[in-house]
């Protein structure tokens, strides 16, 4: 897996806070997608999760989660679907491929690249769905990409 530290900038983004099972998350995509269509609204990434709950515990039970888009504008609220700005700050980045059945082998990759390089992650991971059950039916073809918030100590 090959990593990079990438800086993310300023963003509009649309967001629904979630806490219940994982299994939710299709729903949700799909609520978030479906809006971006009736509206016409301009996006500039794929959908993306942010896990509150630790990542490798969010099938034991309900899971505290983001889902949301990255937005070319400003765009009004609807339902649950909040409207936020998120600031630039740098992560580390790696691309899991393939199922996610095993995707806690990518993060132990990417600490592991964090703690040699002395970057303190700072905050929830977030995964962004490149490739995956919203735009693909092949498990073996998903392609994730993992960002770490970091600072580098």
Excluded at 39 to 61: A, C, K, T, W
Excluded at 133 to 153: A, G, K, R, V
Aim: with cysteine.
């Amino acid at each position: 897996m090959e990593s990079e530290v990438k800086i993310i900038p300023d963003e509009k983004l649309a967001v629904i806070n979630y806490k219940g099972p994982i299994e939710d998350l299709g729903i949700l995509i799909s609520k978030i997608m479906g809006w971006v269509e009736a509206e016409e609204i301009e996006v500039l990434s794929e959908p993306f999760v942010v896990y509150y709950s630790p990542r490798h515990e969010i099938n034991d039970g309900d899971a505290v989660y983001d889902v949301g888009i990255v937005l070319k504008d400003d765009e009004d609220e609807k339902d649950v679907i909040r409207v936020v700005d998120m600031l630039e700050h740098k992560v580390l980045s790696g691309i899991h491929e393939g199922s996610n059945d095993n995707i806690m082998d990518t993060y132990a990759q990417l600490v592991d690249v964090a703690q040699k390089n002395s970057y303190d992650i700072i905050g929830s991971p977030k995964e962004v769905l490149i490739k995956s059950f919203h735009n693909c039916d092949d498990e073996n073809e998903f392609i994730t990409e993992i960002q770490l918030p970091i600072i580098e100590m």
